[in-house]
């Protein structure tokens, strides 16, 4: 594999020909019955219990996900919750998902400043070499919240490169309440997802950091259902990849999302999460794949691609 | 102890006489010789020598500190880089604070949209009642980022109340290129910072998160460096306990600190991290204690606490 994160994953894109990012955020409660009926998993309260149910939840939808989209993103909050229990299975979770050969987000949104951006870059971020830890896995890029400007970045940027990583970084939100922290507009008539990500570019233009792509290790996250006039940054930063969540569940449409890839289609990883996850709880593919809920995950992969596909070509 | 956060930590802010919080950043190298000459702690690319290394250090740290300040905060940062090995070890350090009785802040920077949030929430503040997990200990407030706004804070915010537990809102960051983000400023002046502490006192505010003591169990954080203007918010937000990071390391005088605290010394938790932990690196202390660690630490708090007391006093 290419040694560069934007490389690695524009090329994914390219051969998955799909902008498509399954995101990961198993709730206990909405597992497949399969799952949660089974004995040795049936016990939310139990720490092992749950963890072992959510293990092999990811894990199937790993491999159904892994010939068909060029990533997987991983929200950590949902195994946070399980306290260092869940962290484990994270962590066990991206080395599943490296030996099937797709890329991994790991969405943990951390931020500060300075030294202490350091250490969360090291253990989000670092190929592991620690005795006792080796072999560890981290993800193959992670998103981090820009708040405290360049020297909540830099550090995250510059650990990500040296491992042959990469970092999003937090810039309009996908949320309606975004808006009252994101729409902030200065007496120009500058918001301030305009000055986040011009601070983010000051630092993702630096030669260093592009890849044989054309694209940098440190991109952007802006959400789908953000406002129309978000989708100049697409033009106004051409060596961004932009991670846009919100699509499905979250009520943007492919149009909205497609915004942010080049015509060729390269350019964006677009999230769905719980559209597809749980798409066997969807009565469109309920009635068709009844408990197969594999089935159902993997034709929502499908349709998902498929109006993906067709947005992009409409919006050429 | 009383069940809502702001009154534990205003009686305790009473009781220790103090505003100030002990910061643990614990990093191997700067840990004193002792400990990581120590032979099974000697190891600082063995994952279990530097954690066994962290966790002696910060648990006599906890000791000196217990009946001298109000709180401890611990750097999640520095435990993550660790992996799930450090994230245990940071959870023992909480019960074992608790043991001592003194409350703690996880500095976790957690911050998301919606259902995110309440996993952050589940994870970090909610009592843990998960078979296998039973008497693990949650901090008694995190630090969380509320760049989503009022969506952003919510779950945070009432996962906290319902646990006696506290929240504490990154509203204006510590180190110098805070202010890209940090004073961006409208056509009517107000910079981001004052936006966002509005947002986060709309949530404050409401009735049922009024303590006995008349303060909020949502604070918020402003660095003791940020411009003098900011310690306005300390007169229009009566009900907010601030956290105030920079003193020492980062540069900010206790005259800077004290700035939000209420003439009583309630009001305000000052953070300093490394000026006291590693005090016996200090050649101040060094002359006075030699390798006896524990003592120069000590000292350092009781120092910074007379500083602190004597710039209240004069602010007044």
Known sequence: MANHFADRITKAIKSKNTPLVVGLDPVYDQLPEKIINHKSMNDANDAASAIDAILEFCTRVLRIAAPLVPAVKLNSAFF???????????????????E????????????????????????????????????????????????????????????????????????????????????????????IYEVLAEQVDKIASEPQRIGS?????????????????????????????????????????????VRFC?????????????SIIYAYNNPQYKSQFADNWER?????ILDTKKSLAEAIVAGK
Not at 164 to 178: E, L, Q, T
């Open 80 to 98: 946070e919750r399980y306290l260092w229990e869940g962290v484990e299975s994270y962590y066990t979770l991206l080395a599943e998902a490296e």
């Open 100 to 191: 099937l050969g797709i890329e991994t987000i790991g969405d943990v949104k951390r931020g500060d400043i300075g030294h202490t951006c350091y250490a969360y870059a090291d253990g989000h971020l670092k190929n592991v070499e620690m005795v006792g830890l080796e072999g560890t896995v981290t993800p193959d890029a992670i998103t981090i919240n820009g708040f405290a400007g360049e020297e909540g970045i830099r550090p995250f940027a510059d650990t990500a490169l040296q491992n042959g990583k990469g970092v999003f970084v937090w810039v309009r939100a996908s949320n309606p309440s975004a808006a009252a922290i994101g729409d902030f507009t200065d007496a120009a008539g500058r918001a």
């Open 213 to 257: 792509s054309g694209y940098s290790n440190v991109g952007m996250i802006v959400g789908g259902t953000s406002p129309a006039a978000t989708a100049k940054l697409r033009e106004k930063y051409p060596r961004t990849i932009f991670l846009v969540p919100g699509l499905g569940s979250q009520g943007a449409t492919a149009a909205d999302c």
């Open 262 to 274: 080049r015509p060729d289609g390269t350019g964006a990883l677009i999230n769905a999460s719980r």
């Open 296 to 300: 159902a995950i993997e034709q929502a």
